[in-house]
């Protein structure tokens, strides 16, 4: 079993950055041992998938809309994720979650990961 708590969101105007942070409080196993993904959910939207990196953090994937903006890693002897976050839009406002998934294999689909954050709010003004 794993705890998540995310950090680091906040109002920030178009153009800016922030960084989250996921900190994880794992038992029974190493966080090494989970895939980690980032996800989000705006308001009046479904919770989509923004990026995941693999257990030996070596692998990333992104959704388009954040690829080449949005940056995936992890520190496993901090046992902690981050999302770096640079040339932010209006359209990137969300709550964003962190989530870790048991298996090995990197998926976007949010029915397949197991444990969740409880939230941080990203606010991005025009």
């Known amino acids: 079993q794993v705890q998540l708590v995310e950090s680091g969101g906040g109002l920030v105007q178009a153009g800016g950055s922030l960084r989250l942070s996921c900190a994880a409080a794992?038992?029974?196993?190493?966080?090494?041992?989970?895939?980690m993904g980032w996800f989000r959910r705006a308001p009046g939207n479904e919770r989509e998938f923004v990026a995941t990196i693999s257990r030996a953090g070596g692998t990333t994937n992104y959704a388009d809309s954040v690829k080449g903006r949005f940056t995936i890693s992890r520190d496993n002897a901090k046992n902690t994720v981050y999302l770096q976050m640079n040339g932010l839009k209006p359209e990137d406002t969300a709550v964003y979650y962190c989530?870790?998934?048991?298996?090995?294999?990197?998926?976007?689909?949010?029915?397949?990961?197991?444990?969740w954050g409880q939230g941080t709010q990203v606010t991005v003004s025009s």
């Open positions: 794992a038992s029974g196993r190493t966080f090494s041992s989970y895939t």
């Open positions: 989530a870790a998934r048991g298996s090995p294999l990197a998926t976007p689909q949010v029915h397949r990961y197991d444990y």
